[in-house]
């Protein structure tokens, strides 16, 4: 991403995606608008920010749009908060390995024509859920990037139906105890489909600057997640496309101190590794052993950047990028968390825990046809 979506803070103010007809666009960031406990996490523009997403006959400027999220410094900058202009960062992480194309799709839900106006700008275009895809099979990865994932052992997905269609910048209840967000900018086309059973959800994209979608958990900001309990995830999930920056697994923020964080099971075209989409490096923190496979872990600091509190903050991100990819297991996010603090990488109060999908410079479908994320 490379990068960096975002989400949510008391201000939930859905923002607009561009989407069917046009996206928002920055050059990358994986935030979002709110989530519904945990503010915006990071609308299009805000009162004097920068213009929405660009309809095909304009748009009117949003009158206080949601405060923005930080996204991977991978995908770049963020919607800015009250005023303030998308960071200019974006491009593409280090070259990594190259993952097979998947299976051809199975019907997915038919898109619409198109969606609701932006409160931030253009109208939504038109698109449809992504239909479920052939798992990809494993490709060996080029230099600095790894493997692309061995040869798919997950079950034959069963394809989605049904569910509620979103096309705009936005974040609601995916029913039982779940959220969604959908989050993006720029050029392209994109929308999610939340099913309603579990934290399932579909997305199709095409050509978009930077789009993020995510359902998962939503946390109060007053607990460390050692107080929360155990928290674990589970996925399958099928895509089609995923050329260029796609990013695939669990993604979250905490608070004081704020930190953003992602870990990838997955990706597309260029696996993520030590070096930012700006060119900028990443530090390499240690590997750790979780759920059966090694995971590098970076850490990156991003200065006075759109954060998911709704103004200009110095954070770090931490990423944990499993060696191999894979499309589907179990993925303790709490392990995570404990080898992150062992390695010197303090966490706060948890927002959110979520699985997720973020594109960037990219086309493609994906189909999360198992998904939970549970505390016990």
């Not at 995570?336 to 062992?342: I, N, S």
């Amino acid at each position: 991403m490379l990068a960096a979506m975002r989400l949510f803070s008391a201000y939930l103010a859905a923002a607009a995606l561009a989407a069917c007809s046009s996206s928002e666009t920055s050059d990358g960031g994986s935030g979002g608008a709110g989530t519904s406990t945990g503010g915006a996490t990071g609308g299009v523009q805000n009162t004097g920010g920068s213009t929405g997403g660009l309809a095909p006959t304009g748009g009117a400027r949003a009158s206080g749009g949601a405060p923005s999220i930080g996204g991977s410094d991978d995908t770049g900058g963020k919607a800015s908060a009250s005023g303030g202009a998308p960071a200019p960062s974006g491009g593409q992480a280090n070259s990594g390995g190259k993952s097979n194309s998947g299976g051809s799709p199975s019907a997915g839900n038919s898109s619409t024509s198109g969606g609701a106006p932006s409160p931030n700008g253009g109208a939504v275009g038109g698109g449809g859920s992504a239909g479920s895809a052939g798992s990809s099979a494993g490709g060996s990865g080029g230099s600095g990037g790894g493997s692309s994932g061995a040869p798919s052992t997950c079950p034959p997905a069963t394809p989605l139906s049904g569910g509620t269609q979103v096309c705009t910048n936005a974040t609601g209840n995916a029913g039982s105890g779940y959220t969604y967000e959908l989050w993006g900018e720029g050029a392209g086309k994109g929308c999610m489909t939340v099913h309603g059973k579990d934290a399932t959800f579909s997305a199709t994209w095409t050509g978009v600057e930077d789009l993020l979608a995510r359902v998962g958990r939503s946390f109060d900001k007053t607990k460390k997640h050692a107080q929360i309990g155990t928290i674990t995830a589970e996925f399958a999930e099928t895509k089609t496309g995923s050329n260029n920056l796609v990013y695939i697994g669990v993604y979250g923020w905490t608070d004081e101190p704020l930190r953003e964080f992602y870990i990838l099971d997955d990706w597309g075209e260029i696996k993520p590794a030590g070096t930012s989409s700006d060119g900028s490096p990443r530090d390499f923190v240690g590997t750790i052993e979780v759920d059966g496979g090694t995971y590098d872990v970076w850490k990156k600091t991003r200065m006075n950047k759109p954060a998911i509190t709704g103004d200009n903050k110095t954070f770090d991100q931490y990423f944990s990028i499993r060696q191999t990819a894979r499309q589907c297991g179990r993925i303790s996010v709490s392990e995570h968390f404990t080898k992150w603090e062992a390695l010197g990488l303090p966490l706060g109060n948890l927002w959110e825990a979520k699985l997720l999908m973020e594109a960037q410079d990219s086309t493609g479908t994906i189909s999360f046809t198992t998904a939970k994320v549970e505390v016990d």
